[in-house]
């Protein structure tokens, strides 16, 4: 599992950590796209009209195969504990 999220973390497949309503999936899906969240959410829905149920089984996948993004520390000042 660790090699999947290691190959979509370098392709740009993450879910962020901000601007998530759910898992995440749609916003990830956006940035990596260029596209804002709410227009990948939009076409996420209008998907499941075109080929229902679909979304039903690729969006719990994406979501366990989606890494979340990882937090920014400044290499000098790592945060106690770590």
Not at 18 to 45: K, N, S, T, Y
Not at 53 to 62: E, H
Request: aromatic share 10%; with cysteine; proline share 11%.
């Amino acid at each position: 599992m660790k090699t999947v999220h290691d190959s979509l973390a370098r392709q740009g497949l993450v879910r962020p950590r901000e601007g998530r309503m759910l898992g995440g999936v749609c916003a990830g899906l956006g940035r990596r796209f260029g596209l804002d969240p709410w227009i990948a959410r939009l076409l996420f829905v209008l998907i499941l009209f075109v080929i229902p149920g679909s979304q039903i089984l690729i969006y719990p996948i994406l979501w366990i195969l989606m890494p979340s993004e990882q937090p920014y520390y400044p290499a000098q000042n790592p945060p106690a504990g770590y």
